[in-house]
């Protein structure tokens, strides 16, 4: 071919891939037009390749015109890509960067849960294992098995919620302490967290509230033992090694002696009180032998925590009732509570 020839070929290959490119309508295809135009096998380099055919100036004059055209198919295809982008832009310039941003809430653990789990994260690394029982319990675990017999005046104490079917809504979690004896083999260490119920409503009491259950059963348990073991968990739970403790004699029918545990604190008007948070004991014999345990050679320790007690004194709320109203307001407060 001519110069001239070539000079009008080119002409018409630029022109076509210029119009094909104003065509384009998204990068799969801006990256094939790059291809098919500038690549290897493309029209353009070909003509390119016709260059050593020609000699002196009019190779001289064509490779600036190739030049040229290449030149303009890039910064056409440069274009192009920029107008994609502007256009995929777009669609998020519709958004009012200014306006505030939809309220996420992210939901915490609820200041009970958080309680709970932190003393059972104490009395594990006390080595005591942790286990559950049913809420929906029968007579026999809760009351009979305790040392408590249908006539016994503490049934009435306990303000129990029946079922039609007879069972019972659990009063306490000390019902586990007979589960356990009665599956486990001896030495038994174990916790048994868990929701309790009765029918009472102030603002120290709910109908539901959550109680931790504690039992040690092995040869030579003590008193002592058990004193020391409650000394321990408060001191930590508290993280105050000066807490003041006090053990009041009191009467469980299930354990013997038996004990409620106060902590001192002060109250709403600043004056030093006391609150009941536990009752313990020694597991009565009469209990050991309902679970087939041989109370002449092991003995044992028994105790029941108040978690909203303790999550009153540790958070200081001074309306229990405040827990179960699930006001947002309140709870939010102890998102941040690390425990
Ligand atoms: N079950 C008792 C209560 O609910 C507490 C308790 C547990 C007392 C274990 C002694 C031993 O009040």
Redesign the pocket.
Known sequence: MSVEELKTELEKVLDKALRSIKEIKNYEDLEKARVQFLGKKSQLNSLMKSLSTLDGKNKADFGKIVNQAKNSLNSSLEEKKKSLKSKANKKIDNFDVTMPSRQISIGSLHPITKIMNYSIDIFQALKFECVEGPEVEDDFHNFTALNIPESHPARAMHDTFYLEDGNLLR????SV?IRAMREKEIPIRIIAPGK?YRKDSDITHTPMFH?I?GLYIDKDVSFSNLKSIINIFLKSFFEEEDLKIRFRPSY?P??EP?AEVDIEYFNNKGEKSWLEI????MVHPNVLEMANINSSIYSGY???LGVERLAMLKLGISDLRLFYENDLRFLEQFKRVKL
């Open positions: 009063t306490h979690t000390s302490q309790v109680q259950e469980f299930f354990t038996s536990l009752g313990c004991g028994a105790f029941g």
